[in-house]
């Protein structure tokens, strides 16, 4: 069976943003493949958090997953962190990564613009560290948003260089993005992606959002000009709020069009809201119905079945670069 890995940054509450571009995916991908899906906490670290604040992030994520449809029983959960291989792994990654290729990396440049008081090592081999959680497992495929295409894509690169200078070791992966929802744009801010840590709150919709919060996020949200409720270039906020609608209501986006014609943005934005916090609503039940221990338990069973796995393929790095004497 196809290997595929993906992750979520425990940087703050998944919004829907993560789960449209990835985690939708990763529901339908876990019946017919090997899948490990991983709460990527040391990536988190790249930028300042809170010691409670990330611990509560890591145990909320991890249960994010499990109400959204990941099960334990198909697929491997756990926490980056509690398997050593990863960074183990991004340290001799790093040492055939190129600062040249690194600097190129898009997520690198805008977040060294967003936190210019903390430009840190990390931040910049980020990608390293991700080449390293898939190619750890020999993925096959890697299910992202359309802003992590580049990252796979450096994973893909380190992959044929090491193979080229010690010996077939790594599976070549691919990037696995759909074209419905792979790029969610901010609410308040239609030209740049929904961001767990815009600036704004009203960025985004976060699955834990209070849904008079979410409700008033939605009526909240930049329109275009005009008043007519249609998707295409010239209109890309509508175009975003239409995608949402969409994929959450799960209907084509013609006829969504079709229902609100000649009613109007207000007309529109109602029926959005009412989409979404039906969806929050059977989200955050099967949330608060998962226990905290329930939780511990799964990642617990979950990084000793990626240990086993992630183990082995660093024994047969080292063998090939000459560490194991
Ligand atoms: N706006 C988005 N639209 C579609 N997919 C998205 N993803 C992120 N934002 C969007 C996808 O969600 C997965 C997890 O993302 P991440 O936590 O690794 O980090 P990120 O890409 O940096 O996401 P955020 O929300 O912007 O987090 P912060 O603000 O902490 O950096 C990935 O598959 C990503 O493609």
């Given at each position: 069976?196809p290997?595929?890995f993906s992750?979520?940054?425990?940087t703050?509450?998944i919004?829907?943003?993560n789960?449209?571009?990835?985690?939708?995916?990763?529901?339908?991908?876990?019946t017919s493949?090997?899948?490990i899906?991983?709460v990527v906490?040391?990536?988190a670290?790249?930028v300042?958090?809170?010691?409670e604040?990330?611990r509560?992030?890591?145990?909320?994520v991890?249960k994010?997953y499990?109400?959204?449809?990941?099960?334990?029983k198909?697929?491997?959960?756990?926490?980056?962190?509690d398997?050593?291989?990863?960074?183990?792994l991004?340290?001799?990654?790093?040492?055939?990564a190129?600062?040249?290729?690194?600097?190129?990396m898009?997520?690198f440049?805008?977040?060294?613009?967003q936190?210019?008081?903390?430009?840190?090592l990390?931040?910049?081999s980020?990608p390293v560290?991700?080449?390293?959680?898939?190619?750890?497992?020999?993925?096959d495929?890697?299910?992202?948003?359309?802003?992590?295409k580049?990252?796979?894509?450096l994973?893909r690169?380190?992959?044929?260089r090491?193979n080229?200078?010690y010996?077939?070791?790594?599976v070549?992966?691919?990037?696995?993005?759909?074209?419905?929802?792979?790029?969610?744009?901010g609410?308040d801010?239609?030209?740049?992606?929904?961001?767990?840590?815009?600036?704004?709150?009203?960025?985004?919709?976060?699955?834990?959002d209070?849904?008079?919060?979410a409700?008033?996020k939605i009526?909240?949200?930049?329109?275009?000009?005009g008043s007519e409720?249609?998707a295409?270039?010239?209109?890309?906020?509508?175009?975003?709020?239409?995608?949402?609608y969409?994929?959450?209501?799960?209907?084509?986006?013609?006829e969504?069009e079709?229902e609100?014609?000649?009613?109007?943005?207000?007309?529109f934005k109602?029926?959005?809201?009412?989409?979404?916090?039906?969806?929050l609503?059977?989200?955050?039940t099967?949330?608060?119905?998962?226990?905290?221990?329930?939780?511990?338990?799964?990642?617990?069973?979950?990084?000793?079945?990626?240990?086993?796995?992630?183990?082995?393929?660093?024994?047969?790095v080292?063998?090939k670069?000459?560490?194991?004497?």
């Amino acid at each position: 069976m196809p290997r595929i890995f993906s992750g979520v940054q425990p940087t703050n509450n998944i919004h829907v943003g993560n789960y449209l571009g990835a985690i939708r995916n990763w529901l339908e991908l876990q019946t017919s493949n090997d899948c490990i899906f991983c709460v990527v906490d040391l990536h988190a670290l790249t930028v300042y958090q809170k010691p409670e604040i990330l611990r509560q992030n890591i145990l909320n994520v991890a249960k994010t997953y499990l109400a959204l449809g990941v099960d334990p029983k198909k697929s491997i959960i756990f926490v980056q962190s509690d398997v050593k291989e990863h960074a183990e792994l991004a340290w001799i990654l790093n040492t055939i990564a190129k600062t040249g290729e690194l600097e190129r990396m898009t997520q690198f440049k805008d977040k060294a613009k967003q936190h210019k008081e903390n430009i840190n090592l990390g931040l910049f081999s980020y990608p390293v560290l991700m080449a390293a959680d898939i190619l750890l497992y020999d993925t096959d495929g890697v299910p992202v948003g359309e802003d992590q295409k580049q990252h796979v894509e450096l994973a893909r690169d380190l992959a044929l260089r090491f193979n080229h200078l010690y010996g077939e070791t790594f599976v070549v992966p691919q990037p696995l993005i759909n074209r419905n929802g792979a790029r969610v744009m901010g609410l308040d801010d239609p030209s740049k992606k929904m961001s767990k840590s815009a600036a704004s709150s009203f960025n985004y919709i976060a699955l834990l959002d209070d849904v008079k919060v979410a409700e008033k996020k939605i009526m909240r949200a930049v329109t275009d000009s005009g008043s007519e409720v249609k998707a295409g270039i010239e209109k890309p906020a509508l175009t975003n709020l239409l995608t949402i609608y969409s994929l959450l209501a799960d209907r084509p986006i013609k006829e969504i069009e079709a229902e609100y014609s000649g009613r109007g943005y207000g007309d529109f934005k109602k029926g959005l809201a009412k989409v979404v916090v039906d969806f929050l609503v059977d989200f955050q039940t099967k949330f608060n119905n998962i226990a905290d221990a329930e939780v511990k338990k799964i990642l617990d069973a979950g990084a000793a079945q990626a240990r086993k796995l992630a183990i082995g393929k660093i024994q047969e790095v080292k063998e090939k670069i000459g560490l194991l004497i």
